[in-house]
Every structure is written in structure tokens, then in C-alpha cells.
């Protein structure tokens, strides 16, 4: 049957292909795909695994006191009957065998759909066994834990690339494309999957700007969150069409609606086919204004898409991807240098401004600071707060940034920053940094330092921390939440997160005034920069530097070459008196 279901639209595009469940968060495993000379190693593992669990069960069996309830050694040959079951195995090895999913992944699929068989039983008897074998694939899990392969990107041999699979949809299992359903994601996960087979993604909470959306966008394929109940509605292997335009998931779509979505696809093709010729096209208004393009990354690999698309530098490299999922052993300076140095080295000479970590809220350094770890995470513990609470870590980022500069013009980034003290703390880690590395000997570069305008104390007083900084780069999504008191990463509360809001506007363009004013270099890094309903207001404002997706730099680039910023100006001015910014801008 085909139904619907509606979400957030969080990257463009059309996605046609078969769902893969991500499993609940409740039985943490790693998703990656093996070459296909793994399988067997795959499966060996697997059966490791459950062998240990069988023999537990087996020494359990024997030990039962002669006085043990009777249920306990029924429920012991439940268990066992479990672990041996046909349909278990069977399922498990054709996931690891013709999907490639590692063994933890397939056996969790496998209990995803048998989970769903004993739903459906009449007898309650039968139907409550789903909880023992939920209990016996989470003692396998547990077995296999200290066995496991480490998290790897899928290889390119085994699956086809995720752009490669749009389109045509093949008879064959092996080469269908692929969507990722899981009931969410953290951003974490999702870098991972960057470089991933994935056609699309679909998570059921997340906000427009939640960390999560932003990976999803920044590796350009189509995406819906806050799709509410889609990981429990969508099963296993179901046909889906993801509609990123519209925040809609269509799934088991008919013949006639998978050729209507076949037809937008070819569309979307052709127009990134019609935009690509703008990449070497310099980004010049009609009135010869220059606008600096520039990429936001999260890790050395997007250097070269980024310089692909255009980008004439980094406007923002997000570190604390570095940081995470990496059960508290943080990275250490010389691990550190060694990726920003990278970074460095791909951009070839363009400037590169390297944020400090930015983690807390809804990016958590691992699962175990995920939730609950601080009553109000977004109000909490994170960004510069973070460094500042632990200077020597903050300490060993910088100096790690400053030896990086040697290899390239570096502009360092300080995020969420809201008073003087906080400035002032910050820049003094700088000297110390410096002079730590003096005593040691090394050697280091010269570095711009500038401030993120990421909360509305920040804008109120931009004044004074123009003062302290080379430059400023304008955290819209963080402005817009701190500023409407709105979680970016609620989707309960998506529909009043709102760029366009007066409020916001007033901020945004009394930032970038300022910064003009004397002279500094001012940027807007948040998703704002890549919108292209807001390039021509933010010209308008007197912005000069974006900085965005790579896959945005282009479609903006378009936007800049039809624009004449003196007539803009005027326009913006008028946009800015007015009580429904959004009701003029026509969007
Ligand atoms: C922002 O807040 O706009 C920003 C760019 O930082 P992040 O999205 O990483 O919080
Ligand atoms: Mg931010």
C-alpha cells in the first residue's frame, strides 16, 4: 500500500530506493559495509558470537539448582531454541552476504523483521518471545563488542557511489539503491555515512539546522527530518521515494508516481549538469562587486569537493568532528596538527578558518554525553564554554592550529562567544599557547583571530568585540535559536525557527554594518549563507563573504551574477522596516 509520511525538508533532491532501518538506539551497533572478501570472516564472527552465548546458556542450564523455578529452565530452552532458530541465521547471512552490512548491522535487521512477525501473532504466548529474543541478539551483541571490526566507510567497490544511484531503479538486489530510516542519527553517525552508499536519509526527529540536517546537506543528497514515526512505520526493504524539496517520504510507490518522481529526478540532474559551468565563472556582481565564495567543512576530504565547487577557501572547518565518538580519548596536538595541516595542505594556499571545538547540545562528544548528561544542553556546557572549563584540551587545540599555520593562511574561529570575559579568557589561551610552544621550541605561523556572532549578546555588543577581533563570521543558526528561544533541534517547535525574522534580520545586518564600518572582514557561515532566497538581502545587508555547503557555492554563485548590490541595498533597507520580511521577499 502506498502512504506517505511528512517531515522536514533538510536537503534538496529527489531519493528513489529501499529503506534500511537503522535499529533502535537502544541496542547501540555500528552500521558499515564489508568488502565482499569479508563476508565469510563476517559471518565466522557472527557465529562466534552466538556459539559463546549458547555455551553461556548451556552452563547456566547445568548449574540450575534443583530448587530453581521451573520456568527458568523453560525459558533457558527458549533462549537456546532462539539462538539455533533457522530463520535467524538465514536472514542474518543474506544481509551480510548480498548487502554487505556487517555482521552486528545484519543481525539487528534480522531481528527487525522477525520483531515484526511476532507483533503480528494472535497468541500472546508466542507474541511476548519477541522480548527473549530481543534478549538473545543483545547478549550476541555483547559477545561480538569485543570482537568487532572497527567503524569503516563503506568501500567504493563494494556499492556504488550514492550520486551514481539515482535514477533507474535495478532488478538486481545487489545494485538497488539504498535510504537510511533510523529514528536519529547523531551527527556523528552521520559523517560517517558521508562517504557512504546511501541515496537519502530520513530520520524521525532533527530540526532544519539540528547538526544532523547539516551533515546530511553538506554531503549534497536528499534528506527529510522530523519524519515523526518513519523508522517504525517504513519496514525493511520497502520501496521509498524521498522528496527533499517537500519534506515528504512516499513509500511502496505506485508505477505512475515512481515515474513522476523519476522524471524530477532528471530534472535535478540536468540543472546541477546547467549549474556546473558557473565553477570557474569569478563571482562578480553586475556592479563589480567581488564576493568571497568559501566552504564549510568538516573534515580534510571535503577540501577537494570544496575547490571543485569553487570555493576560494574554508569559512569554517567544524573540529569537533575530531572529537567525537571516541569513548573519551580526545586527540591529542600532534594528532591534531597532523588533520589540520592536511586541511592546509589540500587547500593549496586559500585562507582556512579553523573553528574551536563546538561541541554540547545537539552535538555530543559520544553516546555517553548524549541526553540527560545537562538539563539544558543548548544553554549548557558547550563551544567556548567547554574550552574554557578545560583549558589544557583547548590549549593543545590551539597550538595544534597555530603550528598549522605554517602551511597556509589560517583565520581562527572562537564559537558562542557572549562577553568580554569570555573574550578575554579566550585571548589569553592564545598567548599561552604561543608561549608554550616558544619554550618547546617549535615552530608556529601567524593567525587572524576572530569571533563567531552566534548569540544575540554578541550582536548587541559587536561593537566592542570589533575591538578584539581581525574578523567575525555571523552563526546564524545559532542566532536564530538563541534569539526566538526556539531548540534548533526540535522538530515539536521547526515551524517557528525562522531566519526571516525581524528580529533576526536587525541583528544580522547590524553586524555586518559594523564590521564594514572599520573595515573587518565579516562572513555568514550559518545555513543563511547558503540559501539563495537570502543571498540578494544578505548583499543588500552589505555582505561580501559566504560561506556554505560546496554543493551550495554554485546556485548562489548564479544568484550573485544576476545581482546589482546598489539597487539591493535600497530594497534591503526597506525589507528591514518592514513587520513581514518573509510576505516581501516572496518565499
Ligand atoms: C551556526 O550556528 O550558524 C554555525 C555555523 O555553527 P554550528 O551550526 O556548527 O553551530
Ligand atoms: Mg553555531
Redesign the pocket.
Known amino acids: 500500500m502506498t502512504f506517505a509520511i511528512h517531515g522536514l525538508a533538510v536537503a534538496p533532491g529527489i531519493a528513489i530506493g529501499r529503506a534500511v532501518i537503522a535499529v533502535s538506539s537502544r541496542m547501540e551497533v555500528v552500521h558499515y559495509f564489508i568488502e565482499a572478501d569479508q563476508i565469510n570472516a563476517e559471518f565466522v564472527r557472527l557465529c562466534h558470537g552466538r556459539d559463546a552465548v549458547v555455551d553461556e546458556l548451556k552452563r547456566m542450564q547445568e548449574l540450575l539448582p534443583a530448587d530453581a523455578p521451573q520456568e527458568l529452565g523453560a525459558l533457558l530452552d527458549v533462549h537456546l531454541m532462539l539462538l539455533q532458530d533457522e530463520l535467524l541465521e538465514s536472514g542474518v547471512k543474506r544481509w551480510i552476504s548480498e548487502r554487505l552490512y556487517n555482521a552486528e548491522w545484519a543481525l539487528t535487521t534480522q531481528l527487525e523483521i522477525i520483531s515484526r512477525q511476532f507483533d503480528e501473532m494472535e497468541d500472546d504466548y508466542l507474541r511476548e518471545r519477541k522480548a527473549d529474543l530481543e534478549q538473545v541478539v543483545e547478549r550476541i551483541l555483547r559477545y561480538m563488542r569485543g570482537v568487532a571490526s572497527p567503524v569503516a566507510a563503506p568501500p567504493a567497490s563494494a556499492r556504488p557511489a550514492a550520486g551514481a544511484q539515482q535514477g533507474v531503479l535495478s532488478e538486481e538486489f545487489g545494485d538497488e539503491p539504498l535510504v537510511l530510516i533510523a529514528s536519529d542519527l547523531s551527527p556523528a553517525d552521520m559523517l560517517q555515512f558521508k562517504s557512504s552508499v546511501f541515496a537519502g536519509f530520513i530520520t524521525d526527529v532533527g530540526g532544519k539546522?539540528s547538526?544532523t540536517a547539516?551533515v546530511a546537506r553538506s554531503m549534497d543528497i536528499p534528506a527529510v527530518v522530523g519524519a515523526r514515526s518513519a523508522s517504525r512505520l517504513v519496514r525493511q526493504d520497502d520501496w521509498v521515494i524521498i522528496d527533499g524539496d517537500a519534506g515528504v517520504v512516499i513509500v511502496n510507490p505506485s508505477p505512475i508516481i515512481l515515474e513522476e518522481y523519476g522524471f524530477r529526478q532528471r530534472q535535478v540532474s540536468l540543472e546541477r549538469e546547467r549549474l556546473s559551468r558557473l565553477r570557474h565563472t569569478p563571482a562578480v556582481t553586475l556592479d563589480g562587486q567581488p564576493i568571497e565564495l568559501l566552504a564549510n567543512i568538516e573534515r580534510p576530504s571535503d577540501c577537494e569537493p570544496s575547490l571543485r565547487g569553487g570555493a576560494v577557501g574554508v569559512g569554517?572547518f567544524?573540529t569537533e568532528f575530531l572529537f567525537m565518538d571516541r569513548s573519551g580519548k580526545l586527540p591529542d596536538e600532534e594528532e591534531q596538527y597532523v588533520v589540520y595541516r592536511e586541511v592546509m595542505e589540500n587547500m593549496r594556499g586559500l585562507p582556512v578558518t579553523v573553528r574551536t571545538i563546538?561541541v554540547g547540545a545537539d552535538k555530543p562528544l559520544d553516546k555517553a554525553h548524549r541526553d540527560g548528561s545537562s538539563l539544558n544542553p543548548a544553554l549548557g556546557l558547550r563551544a567556548i564554554r567547554w574550552s574554557l572549563a578545560d583549558t589544557v584540551m583547548f590549549r593543545a587545540q590551539l597550538r595544534a592550529i597555530l603550528r598549522a599555520a605554517q602551511h597556509g593562511p589560517v583565520r581562527l574561529l572562537f564559537?558562542m562567544l557572549s562577553s568580554l570575559g569570555e573574550i578575554q579568557q579566550a585571548l589569553r589561551q592564545v598567548e599561552v599557547a604561543r608561549a608554550e610552544l616558544d619554550a618547546r621550541g617549535v615552530h608556529y605561523g601567524p593567525v587572524e583571530i576572530g569571533a563567531?556572532i552566534?548569540v544575540p549578546a554578541a550582536a548587541l555588543m559587536v561593537r566592542s568585540f570589533l575591538k578584539y577581533f581581525d574578523f567575525l563570521s555571523i552563526?546564524?543558526?545559532?542566532?536564530v535559536q538563541y534569539t526566538l528561544a526556539i531548540d534548533r533541534a526540535d522538530e515539536a517547535v521547526a515551524h517557528l525557527y525562522d531566519p526571516m525574522h525581524p528580529a533576526v534580520l536587525h541583528l544580522v545586518s547590524d553586524v555586518i554594518a559594523a564590521a564594514n564600518a572599520v573595515g573587518k572582514h565579516v562572513s555568514v557561515?550559518?545555513?543563511v549563507g547558503g540559501d539563495v532566497t537570502m543571498t540578494r538581502l544578505l548583499l543588500g545587508f552589505g555582505l561580501r563573504s559566504f560561506s556554505m555547503h560546496p554543493a551550495q557555492i554554485l546556485a548562489v554563485k548564479q544568484e550573485i551574477l544576476r545581482a546589482d548590490t546598489h539597487k539591493l541595498a535600497r530594497w534591503a533597507q526597506g525589507i528591514l522596516e518592514s513587520e513581514n520580511p518573509a510576505e516581501m521577499l516572496g518565499v
Open positions: 539546522t547538526h547539516i569554517l567544524r563546538d564559537p563567531m552566534e552563526g546564524t543558526n545559532d542566532l557561515c550559518g545555513e
